[in-house]
């Protein structure tokens, strides 16, 4: 048997424990001090809290934070992010959360909480698994658009997986007769109206070079740029003036159940990713911040008469066309 050891020794080995460990975790932080990895300069993250001076560690904990709340949270289901309360919406909202990891510039090899099963991989997988026999996502040709999008941000990481090159170019193909057909298979839904334009828009100008690779579109240049032009011009049966005040509306005709609020953000994303290939009308862009500023008011949502759930998806698809066209003006918002 081994020597006891009185209750005094114990307490002053794990003492010398603790301070060994301290030690190596103080080493370890100064170490990763010294990593150049930024998510974001200290100049962009301090605009998106209007003017007000942000340290890099705050505003990278506020990420942090974020993305844990995401990866944890419980509408995560075999690959698909889905409320409860609209399953019907699990294609956009699993694009949406892709969309957020590429713009954070986070790690998407790999990542998973708790169990392996919620990784990047089998987000993608499961978008390939639930395409539907027309080349299709969810709803409507909104869902697929964005849909498509979030796979082919991903194309280098992820290309190599089944079915995926397939499933790119059946959306594409889906995509481009839909816009040929003037929107025919649209025009009944309750969202159609600028924003399905908008996300045509911010697709082919976002992935329009991509989109010209053989096995991604195998479109030409000028077929890109044409398609971007006809879009802006379709877009233009739901432009309203006012003055200096710019909106994008809903489609009357189909009941609609989305603002105008909502189309005109859209619209205002995909101006700002067609900037490639067209020239927007600035007073279009300027315009439309001005109306959707006029809409808020002093309240703190856009669209709060619509109740929680469409407030937050309005609202959020506001601050994102205000991030990407006038951050200053997304931090005044947020503030």
């Known amino acids: 048997m081994g020597e006891f050891l009185n209750p005094s020794t114990v307490r002053r080995r794990f003492f010398e424990i603790g301070n060994d460990l301290e030690k190596v975790i103080r080493d370890a932080h100064e170490e ?80 998973y909480v708790h169990d392996e099963r919620r990784s990047v991989q089998n987000m993608i997988a499961a978008l390939i698994h639930e395409q539907l026999p027309d080349g299709t996502w969810g709803e409507d040709f909104y869902d697929t658009c964005y849909t498509l999008s979030a796979l082919l941000v991903l194309h280098n990481t992820h290309s190599s997986l089944p079915g995926y090159q397939k499933a790119v170019l059946r959306a594409v193909t889906s995509i481009l007769q839909e816009i040929k057909a003037g929107f025919a298979a649209s025009l009944n839904k309750e969202w159609y109206g600028a924003g399905f334009y908008g996300a045509a828009l911010a697709l082919f100008g976002r992935h329009g070079e991509q989109l010209c690779q053989q096995r991604t579109g195998n479109l030409r240049s000028d077929e890109v740029r044409h398609i971007i032009q006809e879009l802006l011009r379709g877009a233009m049966k739901f432009y309203e003036e006012n003055g200096t005040s710019v909106r994008f509306k809903a489609d009357l005709t189909s009941n609609p159940t989305t603002p105008d609020e909502w189309h005109t953000a859209e619209m205002l994303i995909g101006l700002y990713y067609c900037r490639g290939w067209i020239a927007p009308d600035p007073t279009m862009v300027s315009g439309g911040i001005q109306w959707l500023e006029s809409q808020r008011g002093d309240r703190p949502l856009w669209c709060n008469e619509m109740g929680s759930r469409l407030a937050f998806i309005n609202t959020g698809r506001v601050l994102h066309a205000l991030a990407l066209v006038d951050p200053q003006r997304c931090g005044e918002a947020i503030a």
């Open 32 to 111: 990763l001090s010294r990593v150049e990895e930024k998510i974001v300069e200290d100049i962009d993250a301090s605009a998106y809290l209007a003017g007000k001076t942000v340290t890099k560690e705050a505003y990278e904990d506020i990420l942090t934070k974020l993305f844990n709340s995401i990866l944890e949270a419980e509408d995560y289901r075999e690959g698909r992010f889905c409320h409860a309360t609209c399953p019907n919406w699990e294609h956009i909202q699993t694009a949406y959360v892709l969309h957020i990891f590429d713009q954070l510039e986070l790690p998407l090899g790999s990542w």
